[in-house]
């Protein structure tokens, strides 16, 4: 079983509704590389949150602190991978390409969030609009 340790990327790249946490700004109840200071009493939209990696679904190489991105499964086909915006660049990298390599094996399509939208593994544009529509309705990412 994984743990969060010391990353805490998610209280950076979701937006919380219920405390108006600003997109790409750690959560103002967030003590960066330690955790939530009310975590006993944090929402449920960030207590039912488990990226990717925490859940074993991604290689322990992705660990969302080390490398700058956090990757959420939408729907059994549609994964998100959200780019700290610190590394806006990083779309565009061998490591995330090895990433949505993995996921397409495992017949996952990927959507690249990094300041835009990027399909990745030949996912067509209609089931990209569809996921994220989705995906955005439920952890309102930015």
Not at 67 to 89: H, R, S
Not at 111 to 128: C, E, H, P, Q, W
């Amino acid at each position: 079983m994984r743990e969060c340790g010391e990353c805490t990327l998610c209280c950076k790249m979701a937006k919380i509704n219920t405390y108006k946490s600003p997109e790409g700004k750690y959560c103002k109840h967030c003590e960066i590389n330690k955790g939530c200071k009310i975590y006993v009493d944090r929402p449920y939209e960030c207590s039912s949150f488990e990226c990717a990696w925490l859940k074993g679904n991604i290689p322990e190489k992705f660990y969302p602190k080390n490398c700058g991105f956090l990757v959420e499964q939408i729907t059994n086909n549609v994964c998100a991978i959200i780019v700290d915006p610190i590394y806006k660049n990083k779309w565009d990298t061998p490591e995330l390409e090895e990433l949505t390599d993995i996921m397409k094996t495992k017949g996952i399509s990927s959507v690249i969030n990094s300041g835009y939208i990027k399909l990745a593994n030949n996912m067509t544009v209609s089931d990209a609009q569809k996921s994220v529509l989705n995906f955005m309705r439920n952890r309102n990412y930015g």
